[in-house]
């Protein structure tokens, strides 16, 4: 079974990093996507302890030291990619690690700013022949589904990118499932923490599924995330 874990660990962990490391430790993935990674002392921290956990092979988005972007660190060996025109201001919001059997994608996507990550993805990087996963904070989703709102920007591009193939694979396991991955100070709830992947994918797709617990325990604001293939 492999194991492909996403978390938004919040402004680059602060004061919460042994925590954060202590979580991924128990849940025991091989892929680690960490999104709100900062380029920074902290940032340094994880890196190494990660690498002290088996994590040798990582990329994460370059960008100034309190900037927020994401990281892909794995216990297998892979290709990286970084997209230095992916977007004028946010191009470090999306990375790209290369397995023989799909290319993986970690986005931390920009809240409620223009950018064109999504529009970079569909018409310039994804190639029908080669599967990829995209997974992290893409902080949008479906409207009145992932919030009971109407508030998500990027719906539009979301469902383009399903056009071409992509599949929610938490709502393909779970389609009627009422659950969120973060929530604001008045209690509302939103699922910005998605995996997608490209549907000739989903023979191998055995599981994906949020562990709550690390939020409520207060390890970040965001729930993680698991994507299990096998």
Not at 67 to 83: D, M, Q, R
Request: proline share 4%; aromatic share 14%.
């Amino acid at each position: 079974m492999l194991k492909i874990l996403s978390w938004n660990i919040q402004q680059g962990g602060g004061s919460r990093i042994a925590k954060i490391l202590k979580a991924i430790q128990t849940m025991d993935c091989a892929i680690v996507i960490l999104s709100e990674f900062h380029n920074n002392d902290s940032g340094l921290k994880i890196r190494t302890h990660l690498i002290k956990l088996g994590y040798l092979h990582q990329v994460v988005g370059a960008c100034p030291p309190a900037t927020n972007t994401v990281g892909i660190f794995s216990k297998i060996p892979c290709g990286s990619a970084l997209f230095e025109k992916a977007d004028e201001n946010f191009s470090h919001g999306i990375v790209r690690a290369d397995f023989p059997a799909f290319a993986l994608y970690g986005g931390y996507f920009p809240h409620k700013k223009k950018h064109r990550l999504f529009q970079f993805l569909t018409e310039e990087e994804l190639d029908a022949e080669r599967p990829s996963i995209l997974a992290g904070d893409l902080n949008t989703g479906k409207n009145y589904v992932d919030q009971k709102g109407n508030s998500f920007w990027y719906t539009e591009e979301l469902e383009t990118y399903e056009e071409m193939g992509y599949v929610d694979a938490f709502r393909q396991m779970y389609p009627d499932a009422k659950e969120f991955s973060w929530y604001s100070h008045q209690g509302n709830g939103y699922r910005y923490d998605h995996s997608y992947v490209h549907e000739s994918l989903l023979p191998i797709v055995k599981n994906c599924y949020y562990e709550h617990r690390y939020r409520e325990e207060k390890c970040s604001d965001h729930s993680p995330m698991i994507l299990e293939l096998g």
